[in-house]
């Protein structure tokens, strides 16, 4: 019976250790935005799928239509494209003042290809991020000043 006890004991450690919530590292999802591995962003859509924070469905929009830029087939590209906007959008619509969602809707939509029509809301994105850009974490104000070195949009005189 006591072997038993212990058995169930550790079997419960085991769950809570891998039930848990992981820590979601904020810098290291923006390294893997711009790095762009297929592989990586993969991982990154499952560890964001498990992680439990309010972002979760803006980061996992942004690495579906990253993923999407990197496919061949364009079938595929235009579906994990539109499942990434419609999430995005959705956020957005959620918390239309977010300065982190609206930072990766402008990184998307200056990389976007004109066939998708999803570059409209370039400048107010830009103007929002420049407004909220105080407030944000110091890995989402890196990741900004990171991006506007190679931005057309944004760029580090802007901020």
């Known amino acids: 019976m006591g072997e038993t006890k212990i058995q169930l004991t550790v079997l419960c450690c085991l769950f809570f250790v891998f039930a848990a919530p992981q820590d979601f590292d904020q810098a290291k999802f ?6 762009g591995k297929i592989e990586i962003i ?5 560890a964001v799928s498990i ?13 579906l239509m990253r993923k999407a830029g990197l496919l061949t087939v364009p079938a595929l590209k235009l579906k994990w494209f539109k499942e990434g906007r419609i999430k ?15 930072f990766l809707r402008l ?4 990389h976007a290809p004109k066939i998708t029509k999803y570059r409209g809301q370039l400048n ?3 103007q929002l991020v420049l407004r909220e850009f105080s407030t944000l974490t110091p890995a989402l104000r890196q990741a900004i000043v990171n991006y506007s070195k190679t931005s057309a949009v944004l760029t580090p005189q802007d901020l």
């Open 51 to 63: 992680a439990s924070i309010k972002e979760k469905e803006a980061y996992q929009a942004a690495l």
């Open 124 to 126: 107010d994105d830009k």
């Open 88 to 102: 995005l959008e959705t956020a957005i619509s959620k918390d239309s003042t977010n300065g982190e969602y609206r």
């Open 42 to 46: 993969e991982n990154e859509l499952k």
């Open 30 to 35: 923006y390294a893997i935005m711009a790095d």
């Open 107 to 110: 990184m998307i939509q200056e």
